[in-house]
Each structure stands twice: as C-alpha cells, then as structure tokens.
C-alpha cells in the first residue's frame, strides 16, 4: 500500500484503515436501529391497543436529558444527542403514517403519531 | 405492575419493557456514533495532512449504496439509511467548521470539509 499517495493515488493505507472502521460502525448502528424500530412499532401498537395517548411528554423529556447526559460522558456534543433522538422520532412518525395511510380503520388519534416518543 | 392502566396509572409493564429495550439500543447507538466521530476527526486530520481533497464523491457513492443495501437486509427503509448518512454527514462538517473556527490556521478548503464523508 502507498503510504505517500499523489492525487493520481489517492487512498493511503491509513485512510483505507479509518474508513473500514467507520463502514463497520455503521453497519452496527444501523441493525441497532432496524431493532429501535421494532420496539418502537411495538410501542405504538401497544398504546392504541390500550389507549394510551400518543405523546408522552414526561417520557420524552426523560429521553432528551438521558441522552445528553450520555453524550457528555461519552465525549459527544449534548446537542447533537437530542439533534439525533428528533431525528429518530421524525422517522418512527413517518412509520406511523405510513402504517396510518395503508390501514385507515387503525388511524391513530392526529397530531403526534402513536408511540412516537416510545 | 398494574397491567390494565387507566390514564391515571399509564405505563403497563410491557411498555416499561420496550422502553427499556428502546433506551438501551440508544445508549448503544450513542457510544458507537462517539467511535464514529472519532474516525472521521483522524480521517479529516489524515486529508489536512496529506492535501487530499476534502470531498471524494466515489467513496460517498459506495457509503450510499452500502448502506442502502444494509438497510434492505435490516428490514429498513433504504431512503432512511441515506438519510442517515446525510444525518451523520451534516454533524461532521459542523465539527469541521468547528475546529476551523478555533483554528483559523489550520483552515480547511471552501465548500465541503475535510473527510466530511470518509
């Protein structure tokens, strides 16, 4: 491997290292998710079969101050934790409406989609 | 633990259960994400140093159809795993910018920065 690559030879042998990690972390953080995704349809099931009320506030709030406390003392910025967990429940939304839209008789309750928070 | 809750009493042992599931897999999703980060900061110190371009739009290709593909196999959305990897590539180039601010110096080329993709 070319440890003083030129533009013509781009990928240093360090950099192939670097990247393979990288590509390994996001493999496992992505089958993470495919299981958050599971919990959280389970959740959402879970709430309209009992009538639950779709959005949990306290939970949420909960959410957030763990995460950021986790981020800290795993060296990560607090807003990107909270940046992440709204990315994550924007997603699990979207779940919900699309599960919403092909089954209208299960149509949970507007505003924020059953769960959502989990 | 009460498992026919009325709205006074809301959270039934099996969502207690998901929560916990759900709480652990961030946690986890958390620490990774940190490894992460840690990969690309060395990959952006890597391009600095050896004046590689900050952008290497095959090596993004291949992460999209990577994961896309991943995602397939998960049992999750392909559009969301893109997404995800914008997600984490957005969060990137903001501590790029960061460490350019601090570090006027060490500036980074315009547009894109360093390894933003990896």
Do not use: W, Y
Not at 23 to 33: C, F, G, K, Q, Y
Not at 53 to 62: G, N
């Amino acid at each position: 491997m070319d440890q003083n690559p030129t533009r013509d030879d781009p990928t240093p042998a360090e950099l192939l290292e670097l990247r393979h990690s990288i590509d390994n972390i996001d493999a496992a953080v992505l089958h993470l998710l495919a299981e958050r995704f599971k919990c959280t349809r389970k959740v959402g099931e879970l709430k309209a079969r009992l009538d639950l009320p779709p959005a949990d506030p306290v939970r949420e709030a909960q959410q957030i101050a763990r995460l950021r406390s986790l981020a800290v003392t795993a060296d990560l910025d607090p807003e990107f934790a909270e940046k992440f967990l709204n990315f994550l429940v924007t997603e699990v939304i979207r779940h919900h409406e699309t599960i919403r839209r092909a089954n209208p008789a299960a149509a949970l309750s507007p505003g924020r989609a059953n769960g959502a928070h989990a």
